[in-house]
Nanobody, 123 residues
Framework: VQLQASGGGLVQAGGSLRLSCAASGRTFSSYVMGWFRQAPGKEREFVAAIGWSGSRIYYQDSVKGRFTISRYNAKNTVYLQMNSLKPEDTAVYYC?????????????????WGQGTLVTVSS
């Protein structure tokens, strides 16, 4: 599976962005998809994940109520709608895919990664 993330950019605090992650391959619908982010000088951290059918969704506490993860299996794409952005959301955002994952917030359990897209939130 190859993943291509896009949609990052510069936005003012309180603004919105929608990230997309397009996947190649015909087995996209069988993967758990996750979004992670990494700020300068910090470790990569979990943001959100969605199960293969979209019925199971998980968020990091700091983004609950502001971010929404969704997927459209027919287009092999997963999205991250980010609203009410804060300067502390500034990071490179990565999408990832896992065939089997015991803990959706553990980046070591994901099999495939996109190249990342930079989100910068100005105050």
């Amino acid at each position: 599976v190859q993943l291509q993330a896009s949609g990052g950019g510069l936005v003012q605090a309180g603004g919105s962005l929608r990230l997309s992650c397009a996947a190649s391959g015909r087995t996209f619908s069988s993967y758990v998809m996750g979004w992670f982010r990494q700020a300068p000088g910090k470790e990569r951290e979990f943001v959100a994940a969605i199960g293969w059918s979209g019925s199971r969704i998980y968020y990091q506490d700091s983004v609950k109520g502001r971010f929404t993860i969704s997927r459209y299996n027919a287009k092999n794409t997963v999205y991250l709608q980010m609203n009410s952005l804060k300067p502390e959301d500034t990071a490179v955002y990565y999408c990832a895919a896992a065939s089997v994952v015991a803990a959706v917030d553990d980046p070591n359990l994901y099999d495939y990664w996109g190249q990342g897209t930079l989100v910068t939130v100005s105050s």
